[in-house]
C-alpha cells in the first residue's frame, strides 16, 4: 500500500495510479465469525467494541466489473460499526452467508471476517471493466448504499431495491479498511475544500438525515416548519440541525449535556432541551410509561415555539416513542430511522389518529439524495460535525466512545493518510466557507478535554 499512497501524495497521474499493483493483502478493521458468540448473555453497556474489531492483513478480494478499487485514505465510525461490534441486534454474518448466495460475486462477501465500516473518502486506484464515470486517480467520497443496478426494483427510489443493503454493515470490504471494493454507482466527488477525514464523516450520517428532512422520500420538510431533534449533537441529529436552520426551519434540539447546549447555540440553534438537566423519565419503569412525563416534555416545547412540532426526528427508539407521538402537532410527522434504545416501541395510538399525524420511515439516502447532500457539503451549505480523529489502529477506541455516547457529532479515521489535514486542494475555498464553522465541533470537543 506504501507505493499507492506514495504516488497520491505525490500528486501521481492517474494513469501511474493505474498501473500500480494491487497488493495481496490490507489492513482492515473486521470482526470474526468465531467469536460471533462471545457476548451471549452481557448486557449492551459491558461489552467492549476493542475486544472485537481486529486491525490486521486480509486478503484482497477480487474485483467486480462495476467496481473499484479504493485506496481509503480516511473513514469515520457509525453506529452501525458498533452494532456489528457488539454482534447486536444480531451477528453481522448472516447478511454475509445471504449475500454470499445470490451471485457468484456476492460470493466473495460470505467470509469468517467481516471488514466493517460505512464511510470513507479515498482514491480511485483501478476500476473494473464496466465503469464509465470513473476513471484512477478520482479524488472520491463513498456512500454506503449498496444495490444491484440490474434488479428493476432499484429503479424508482434505490433504497426500495429488493437486495438494497448497506455497505460496511451488510456487505463485506467496508471503509475502516486501507483499500476497500466499492461499486462505482457508490462514488462522489470529493469536496476540495476538505481534508481526507472532513470528508470521511458526513455522507453515511448526512445522506441519512437529508432524507429524512428534505428529500421527497420521508418528511419533506417545508420553510417555516418547526423540527424537534433528539440526539441534536450527535451523528445523524448535528446534520439534521443544519438541514433543518437552512432550509428556513426552526430547530428545537436535544441534548443531555450544558457543553452539548453550548454545542447546539454555537450552531445557531435558539431552543435546547438538556434531557438530563430537565430529568425527564419517560419510563416510570421497565414496562410502563408516563404520561406526565410526555406532557411535560410537550409543554417545555411548546413554550420556546409557541406552537408544536411539525416534525420529530426520532432515532433513540422505545425510550423517547411515546413521547414523540404525543409532542407532535395535529397533522405532524415523525419521521424514524433507528431504535438505539430497543426497537420494541410502545406508544399511545390515540394521540396518532385523532390528531391525524403520521410515523414514516426512512432509512439511508439513495444515491440521487446522498448525491445532493454531497454537493451541500461541496458548498460549504452544510460542513462536517467531525469532534475527533481517531488512527485506524485505534478503531475500538473510536468506536467505544460512540458506545457509550460519549463522542459529538462524528469521529473521524484516519486509515492510509498519514496525518491529519491532508487532501485539501481549495484553500480559498476553505477560507471563505470559514475554518471556523468547519472546526466548530473539534474546537469545542479539545476545550471540553
Ligand atoms: P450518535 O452519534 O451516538 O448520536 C445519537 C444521539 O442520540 C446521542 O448523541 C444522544 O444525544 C441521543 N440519545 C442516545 N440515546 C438516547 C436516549 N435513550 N434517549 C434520548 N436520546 C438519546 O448516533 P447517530 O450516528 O446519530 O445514530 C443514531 C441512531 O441512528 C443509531 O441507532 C444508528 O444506528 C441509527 N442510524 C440509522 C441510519 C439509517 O440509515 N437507518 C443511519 C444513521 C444512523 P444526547 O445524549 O446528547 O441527548
Known amino acids: 500500500m506504501q507505493e499507492i499512497l506514495d504516488a497520491i501524495q505525490s500528486d501521481a497521474s492517474g494513469e501511474d495510479i493505474a498501473n500500480l499493483a494491487i497488493p495481496e493483502s490490507y489492513r482492515a478493521a473486521h470482526v470474526l465469525r468465531e467469536e460471533q458468540a462471545m457476548w451471549d448473555g452481557y448486557e449492551s453497556a459491558d461489552k467492549d467494541p476493542r475486544e472485537t474489531l481486529h486491525v490486521d492483513e486480509v486478503a484482497t478480494p477480487e474485483l467486480a466489473p462495476d467496481e473499484v478499487y479504493l485506496a481509503v485514505m480516511a473513514s469515520s465510525i457509525n453506529f452501525n460499526t458498533v452494532w456489528t461490534s457488539i454482534f447486536e441486534p444480531l451477528p453481522t454474518f448472516a447478511f454475509l452467508d445471504r449475500l454470499g448466495k445470490e451471485s457468484v460475486w456476492g460470493k466473495r462477501h460470505a467470509l469468517d471476517y467481516h471488514v466493517v465500516g460505512s464511510d470513507a473518502s479515498g482514491v480511485v486506484v483501478k476500476v473494473g471493466s464496466a465503469v464509465r464515470n470513473w476513471k484512477p486517480g478520482d479524488r ?20 426500495q431495491a429488493a ?22 454507482n457508490q462514488l462522489m466527488p470529493k469536496p476540495t475544500h ?116 411539525d416534525i420529530v426526528f426520532e432515532h433513540p427508539g422505545r425510550s ?25 416501541i410502545e406508544y399511545d395510538n390515540r394521540h396518532l389518529w385523532m390528531k391525524l399525524k403520521s410515523i414514516i420511515s426512512s432509512h439511508f439516502a439513495n444515491y440521487q439524495e446522498a448525491w445532493e447532500m454531497n454537493r451541500l457539503l461541496g458548498t460549504g451549505a452544510i460542513v462536517p460535525v467531525m469532534s ?14 460512540v458506545h457509550r455516547n460519549e463522542a459529538e457529532g462524528k469521529l473521524g479515521v484516519l486509515c492510509l493518510a498519514p496525518e491529519e489535514g491532508l487532501g485539501i486542494t481549495d484553500r480559498a475555498k476553505r477560507e471563505s466557507v470559514g475554518e471556523d464553522r468547519i472546526n466548530l465541533f473539534r474546537r469545542m470537543a479539545a476545550s471540553k478535554a
Not at 463513498?142 to 433504497?159: K, L, T, W
Not at 437486495?163 to 462505482?184: M, P
Open 163 to 184: 437486495n438494497q443493503r448497506i455497505w460496511g454493515f451488510e456487505t463485506n470490504f467496508g471503509g475502516l479498511a486501507d483499500l476497500s471494493i466499492v461499486k462505482a
Open 320 to 344: 423517547t416513542m411515546g413521547a414523540s407521538v404525543f409532542i407532535t402537532k395535529r397533522g405532524g410527522k415523525i419521521v424514524t430511522c433507528a431504535a438505539t434504545s430497543g426497537y420494541m
Open 388 to 401: 475527533d480523529v481517531f488512527a485506524l489502529d485505534h478503531v475500538g477506541d473510536a468506536a467505544l466512545k
Open 140 to 159: 472520491v467520497t463513498v456512500h454506503c448504499n449498496h444495490v444491484d443496478d440490474q434488479d428493476h426494483s432499484a429503479h424508482n427510489d434505490s433504497m
Open 194 to 309: 476538505l481534508s481526507w477525514e472532513e470528508s470521511a464523516v458526513n455522507a453515511l450520517c448526512a445522506s441519512t438525515s437529508y432524507r429524512m428532512l428534505v428529500g421527497d422520500n420521508a418528511a419533506r420538510m417545508k420553510q417555516g416548519d418547526n423540527v424537534f431533534i433528539w440526539g441534536a449533537t450527535g451523528g445523524i441529529g448535528a446534520y439534521a440541525t443544519q438541514l433543518v436552520l437552512n432550509g428556513g426551519g426552526t430547530p428545537v434540539g436535544v441534548v443531555s449535556s450544558p457543553e452539548r447546549a453550548e454545542l447546539l447555540n454555537a450552531m445557531g440553534c435558539e431552543f435546547v432541551v438538556d434531557r438530563k438537566a430537565e430529568g425527564y423519565r419517560f419510563w416510570s419503569d421497565e414496562h410502563t410509561q408516563d404520561e406526565r412525563e410526555w406532557r411535560r416534555l410537550g409543554k417545555q416545547v411548546r413554550g420556546m415555539l409557541g406552537d408544536d412540532p
